[in-house]
Structure formats: structure tokens, C-alpha cells
């Protein structure tokens, strides 16, 4: 009786995860038909972030004092 219990038990388990991998499949083959949603946060997050890509790529670095006067400093210097 009791292996008749347990053989019974192991298919209707082995069953109840075969339904289950096979579902889990077409859910799968479900979302990749549908397009990606995109949150507002997310959306505003990159939004910005491409804002200050462009920023970052329209940077000058700033000239050096010495630079910008045409190195005047080694000229008073030396008299």
C-alpha cells in the first residue's frame, strides 16, 4: 500500500512540474511578444542622464592663469 502511495504521489508531482516548466514556457514566449514598458522615473532618469552626457561632451577644461596670459609670468621673472 504504501509504494502504491508513493508511486502515485512521484507522478502526480513529476506531472504538477512538467504543467508547470510548460506554462512558465508560453508566459515566456508571452513577454517577449510584448514591448517593454517603461516607468516615468525611469524614463525622466535617463532623460537626464543624456542631458548631462551632452553636457560632460561640450566641456571645455578651463585654461591655466599662466596659459591665458600667454606666459607672461617667466618673462617678469627674469628682469
Known amino acids: 500500500m504504501f509504494w502504491t502511495v508513493m508511486i502515485i ?4 508531482v513529476a ?9 512558465d514556457y508560453k508566459m515566456r514566449q508571452e513577454e517577449k ?8 522615473r ?11 552626457a551632452k553636457k560632460m561632451a ?3 577644461k578651463p585654461v591655466a592663469k599662466r596659459q591665458a596670459r600667454g606666459g607672461q609670468d617667466s ?3 627674469d628682469k
Open 58 to 60: 561640450a566641456f571645455q
Open 33 to 40: 511578444k510584448r514591448p517593454k514598458v517603461r516607468s516615468e
Open 42 to 52: 525611469l524614463q525622466k532618469t535617463q532623460g537626464e542622464i543624456s542631458d548631462w
Open 9 to 12: 504521489a512521484t507522478v502526480l
Open 75 to 77: 618673462q617678469d621673472e
Open 15 to 23: 506531472g504538477g512540474w512538467i504543467a508547470y516548466a510548460i506554462y
